[in-house]
């Protein structure tokens, strides 16, 4: 099992029966036992793939960082924003509306809880984290494909301002794709990983020599040139159908 819960929840009883439960559907846990510590988590660790939360959390010293401040401070953060969250709070707990309004917060689960419930929750968290970041490598390869599309047109026109703007700007756009894909492929121990992350590397090398030639000459870069890079980027939109399927897998295997 790859995937790891970070507990933000004080030490104590509930602590305790939080990690019975998870340990053995072998999750890595780590836990932080006030809003202090799991700020200098969020600041320093890696990023989970789940976070577990009480919204009830103790003063440590003078400082006290309330749940509702640790959801907006993760809001803020591009690797943690995303992570599905699942809150555990008590009825008298005058933050709910606000944790509930983070669109992060996959679940509130009141307690006393259901243990059965918590899981399930955990599981449907995991399970939806997945397929969303799924829909996202498409949804980012449908627009890579549209960005080069308008990339030929403009050189067949001859556009050179046009097409300089919009060469930098799908640079940015591969440069984030391939983070994007490589921070999840390395959380999950992909297994192709370093072979994956080498052809973005040479592609990337390509971009910038193609940005610094246009940079350099004033000139535009000839259609063929942009259809190559096309069709190098392709192939590895090809090669990402073997880290779906891993993906998939992953999946089922938190289903089964
Ligand atoms: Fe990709
Ligand atoms: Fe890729």
Redesign the pocket.
Known sequence: MHFSILLIEPPGIDSQLLQLMLTPEKFRVRTSECGLKAWNTILTDDVPDLVVMDADLPQQGEIQITAVQLLEMMNNQAQWCNIPKVILASNSNTSILKISSVTSVNAIILKPYDPRRFIQEVYKSLTQHIESHIAE?NR??IQ?GTAFQELIKLSEIGNTNDLKRNFTQLSHTIEK??DF?EHFMARHNYPDFIDHHENHKQLLTIVENMKVEMAQSGKSITTKRIVKLRSDLFE??ND?KQ?IKFLTNLRTSLVA
Do not use: I, N
């Open positions: 490598v980012q390869h890579l794709h391939f894909e590895d939109v990402d880290y």
